[in-house]
């Protein structure tokens, strides 16, 4: 196209522009064409390349890679003062025991016809689970599910004493136990919405879960030692409660700190976190009922 | 279904008490109690702004053979699910219980046999 200086108002100069104009227009729609054609290609290829590649994380591939290797996985317990270290490794000293004597009394009563002592030793261990329905069962769901179908009685609430006792008798059972999931779990959507809580910046204070527990384990928020978040104390007995607790309560103190508004503890989200922090703490062993600040 | 209602358990119901499993005659040895307790020291209040009422552990007894071994005045110098750790002497073998109330009113009681290696 050759450009020369003409005067705006001739007719040259409007037969010029006109042109141009039209031919802008058929390149635009050629190019459009063909741009559209080269994203049409482009988007198909991302599709087809992405989960092999990994690129969007989700959780099709088997070979989802934890945040902390097995080597390097830490327990809360490292994490805490020595003291506290010492209350938790003698069981005489460990108020959690309390609760683990009168669950000991509850099981021998209502299910020990059942469950033999194999069972119930790995039982704390595999848990949470996905059940058929793509619910997550934990321990303590599991015991509701006992109490229902097989004792036809109803439920226990959430951090009642005998569900708290069962529940730290049964992760007593498990001490030592390498903590273990079923391998198809990360494909299911509740790990997948259980990760998705984890590492969502969420509340007033402008952080996620994975901010902290992922990327900060042994530096300090105020006083206190960020730990790797694992939950394989839980039933723990916590000072700050002076009782023990369930990871259901510990997360939604969880919630608190972080300023988000803190969820009902029937809420099936936080049984998608219990999973995913599970899954997480993979090859650590269970050390119920554990002794926290 | 809905949920089971769930009765207060009172509180120093619950109770653990250890010794060594088998000792020799004039061993000394440390008989520990662990008792599940709020100790509340009224100064605490619910979620909905009422003031706990004080309760603490005011008397702790310990009995070996029914004949008393150790009394203890404990108030609110103790924490929430107190442990007390006594130094006994073995002479025989025989039942060793541990007996306390709350200002409440509320009594537990906890026994476990001592015993001597020919005894």
């Not at chain 1, 020990?112 to 619910?135: I, K, T, Y």
């Amino acid at each position: 196209m050759r450009l020369v200086s003409l005067p705006t108002n001739s007719s040259a100069h409007r037969a010029t522009v006109k042109r141009r104009w039209r031919d802008g227009v058929t390149f635009f729609c050629r190019s459009g064409v063909l741009l559209a054609g080269l994203a049409l290609c482009v988007s198909f290829a991302t599709a087809a390349d992405a989960p092999k590649l990994g690129i969007t994380g989700t959780a099709t591939d088997d070979a989802v890679s934890k945040p902390y290797p097995t080597a390097l996985l830490r327990s809360g317990a490292s994490f805490m003062a020595t003291h506290l270290q010492a209350q938790q490794a003698d069981d005489d000293l460990n108020p959690g025991m309390l609760w683990v004597d009168q669950g000991r009394e509850r099981f021998a009563a209502d299910c020990a016809g059942c469950h033999d002592g194999a069972s119930q030793q790995r039982l704390a261990s595999s848990l949470p689970r996905v059940d058929r329905s793509g619910a997550v069962q934990t321990l303590e769901t599991q015991i509701n599910v006992c109490q229902t179908s097989r004792l036809q009685r109803p439920t226990y609430p959430i951090e009642s004493a005998p569900l708290l006792a069962l529940s730290s008798y049964l992760a007593f059972s498990a001490r030592g136990e390498m903590q273990r999931l079923s391998s198809d779990v990360v494909r299911s959507n509740a790990w997948k919405r259980g990760r998705d809580a984890f590492t969502r910046v969420q509340g007033r204070l402008d952080f996620s879960c994975a901010a902290c527990h992922d990327k900060m384990a042994g530096k300090r928020v105020r006083t206190q030692a960020i730990s790797q978040g694992h939950g394989v104390g839980f039933p723990a007995y916590r000072v700050e409660w002076q009782g023990v607790g369930s990871l259901n309560r510990r997360l939604r103190a969880c919630y608190f700190g972080m300023e988000t508004g803190v969820p009902a503890a029937s809420d099936p989200a936080l049984l998608d976190l219990e999973l995913y922090l599970a899954w997480r703490s993979e090859g650590l062993p269970i050390e119920a009922p554990a002794v926290r600040r | 279904m809905a949920d089971a209602v769930i009765a207060a358990i009172p509180p120093g119901r619950h109770a653990r008490l250890i010794v060594p499993r088998l000792l020799q005659r004039g061993e000394d040895f440390t008989a520990r109690l662990l008792i599940q307790h709020p100790m509340e020291t009224g100064f605490r209040r619910d979620d909905t702004g009422k003031v706990l009422p004080a309760n603490v552990i005011e008397n702790v007894v310990l009995l070996f053979n029914d004949e008393l071994v150790f009394r203890g005045r404990v108030l609110n110098a103790l924490s929430a699910n107190p442990s007390l750790s006594v130094q006994l002497t073995a002479q025989k073998s025989g039942t060793l219980s541990a007996h306390w109330r709350d200002q409440m009113g509320n009594v537990g009681s906890i026994s476990t046999e001592v015993r001597v290696a020919g005894a």
